[in-house]
């Protein structure tokens, strides 16, 4: 297996475009996750689905914020319009319900930079 | 307050040396507690999970959990230079929402 995959693996924009970022998830993993990673205020959850279903969104910062997940195998975070204190590194990340422990898969993560 | 809190560090040792990572929390519902291990420019990876309380071992990686002092503990034997890392804890009620802390980053100096 791939493992998650997201893509791009940078992005650098201006203030005000649209950014979308994009996951796809382990096959067979029911629940998928976005993260927000900053120096200041490390790994914070957006948003995540069950079964393709949101489930949590307190995360979500604010309505420039929004997430989709179509179907099992694809999911993107979008912002707009953009702002230099979105710059961060975003992770997807998947995970399935074993019983025993919640283990994540984390991608590699999108470096977004907003000037 | 944080509901998880963990020293960034940074911290150095030398080759060799016992390594300890703490993280304590406020919320005792808490049940799942997790180690993940980042290096630099990479996603987290899960390293150690635990239900509950007590000790898991794998390797040459220990991890403890107190819950009734809401402290957790990873230790690393014989640390390697490939130990290098940000090490985060992690922790959830179960109900899939991990919170995680701020992470160490540690040196291990050859």
């Known amino acids: 297996d791939a493992g998650v995959i997201q893509s791009p693996r940078h992005e650098v924009t201006e203030m005000g475009q649209e950014v979308t970022l994009r996951c796809k998830p382990i096959?067979?993993?029911?629940?998928l996750f976005w993260y927000r990673q900053t120096m200041m205020r490390g790994l914070e959850l957006l948003i995540y689905?069950?079964?393709?279903?949101?489930?949590?969104d307190s995360g979500m910062p604010e309505d420039r914020f929004s997430a989709k997940m179509p179907n099992a195998s694809f999911s993107t975070l979008k912002i707009q319009p953009s702002e230099p204190r979105d710059s961060a590194v975003y992770f997807c990340?998947?995970?399935?319900?074993?019983?025993?422990?919640?283990?994540?898969?984390f991608g590699s993560g999108t470096r977004l930079t907003v000037v | 307050q944080k509901e998880v809190e963990q020293d960034p560090g940074p911290l150095s040792v030398p080759e060799g040396a016992i390594v300890s990572l703490n993280c304590t929390y406020s919320?005792?519902?808490?049940?799942?507690f997790m180690w993940y291990r980042q290096y630099s420019r990479k996603g987290p990876e899960l390293l150690m999970y635990?239900?509950?309380?007590g000790n898991k071992e794998d390797g040459r990686f220990t991890a403890q959990v107190d819950k009734s002092s809401k402290y957790i503990s990873l230790f690393i034997r014989d640390s390697q230079p490939s130990d290098s890392a940000t090490y985060l804890c992690?922790?959830?009620?179960?109900?899939?929402?991990?919170?995680f802390g701020q992470g160490t980053r540690l040196t291990i100096n050859p």
């Open positions: 919320n005792s519902a808490f049940q799942y």
């Open positions: 990340a998947s995970s399935f319900h074993d019983g025993e422990g919640y283990g994540y898969t």
């Open positions: 992690a922790m959830s009620k179960g109900a899939q929402k991990l919170v």
């Open positions: 096959s067979g993993h029911d629940y």
């Open positions: 635990t239900y509950s309380s």
């Open positions: 689905f069950n079964n393709n279903v949101p489930i949590d």
